[in-house]
């Protein structure tokens, strides 16, 4: 068990605790929590060798921390990644997964294509995932759920775009990409993920799907979320353009414990403990 991370969380009782894990080309990261305590939620960063795969990245992580192989009353594996699609409930059908994610992205050798169902928006989220990746964390972790990372922050912003009769966008900011969900009083009206850094290429997605929603300027909000860098110049940008734009801050009834402040933790790992997946 690697540090004193032992020193930190009874083990003696892990059957209580939640585990999460979430995987990124980025840099992994876990945290337990002990819903039945204070609400303490443990949270911490795992570096990634870029010149290995996320497969060999996940062995080491096991390794080093030999406390995640222990029982845990539920364990969550959040996947971060750019190949998802979303389809409507109304129209998915299990055995048919696998062509309708082709359709949307290229065929990738070795790639598992994995769902979730978001009852809340009446939408399936299916994602791919490495083969030797889930079949490694299966393996070691076998009652392991697996989520891609815009299934907690749809369930999440669902309920948060119900407050008020005008339309919202929710974007979630990341090291190199955003999340985009936008809905209309509840109801999903679109769903996107993109490859950008630079605030002025993150300006242009958002300000097109904006128009191209028909939002109004003035009426309708627009909400960050994530690692919001340069927050001050990125918000007074975007105000230029959209009268409401509002920071997101997560629930306070959770204490997060870290090295690092709350803004810097992963907002899907956050927005997870709330959703009921």
């Not at 959040?78 to 949307?104: A, C, G, K, M």
Request: net charge neutral.
């Amino acid at each position: 068990m690697k540090d004193s991370i032992g020193d930190k969380i009874d083990f003696t009782i892990s059957h209580q605790y939640t585990l999460s894990i979430r995987l990124s080309t980025n840099g992994f990261s876990f945290s337990i929590y002990n819903p039945i305590n204070d609400h303490s939620v443990f949270f911490f960063d795992y570096a990634v060798n870029a010149n290995i795969s996320l497969t060999a990245n996940f062995k080491k992580l096991m390794e080093e921390y030999t406390c995640l192989q222990y029982t845990y009353k539920k364990i969550n594996i959040v996947y971060d990644s750019l190949r998802y699609t979303t389809v409507p409930l109304e129209f998915f059908e299990e055995e048919q997964q696998e062509v309708i994610f082709y359709q949307n992205h290229p065929v990738i050798p070795q790639e598992t294509v994995l769902y979730n169902l978001l009852r809340k928006n009446s939408v399936v989220i299916v994602f791919g995932i490495p083969k030797g990746l889930r079949k490694e964390i299966e393996e070691v972790l076998p009652t392991a759920l697996f989520y891609h990372t815009v299934t907690p922050l749809c369930e999440y912003f669902a309920d948060k775009s119900r407050m008020g009769n005008n339309k919202k966008i929710f974007v979630t900011l990341c090291q190199d990409r955003i999340y985009i969900v936008c809905y209309e009083r509840g109801k999903l009206l679109f769903s996107n993920a993109f490859t950008c850094k630079a605030i002025e290429d993150r300006l242009y997605y958002l300000l097109h799907i904006w128009k191209q929603l028909g939002f109004d300027q003035v009426r309708d909000e627009m909400h960050l979320a994530g690692i919001l860098m340069e927050k001050e110049r990125f918000t007074e940008e975007l105000k230029r353009f959209v009268k409401q734009v509002f920071i997101v801050n997560i629930c306070s009834g959770y204490n997060f414990i870290s090295s690092q402040p709350t803004s810097k933790i992963p907002f899907d790992m956050q927005a997870l403990l709330l959703c009921e997946l």
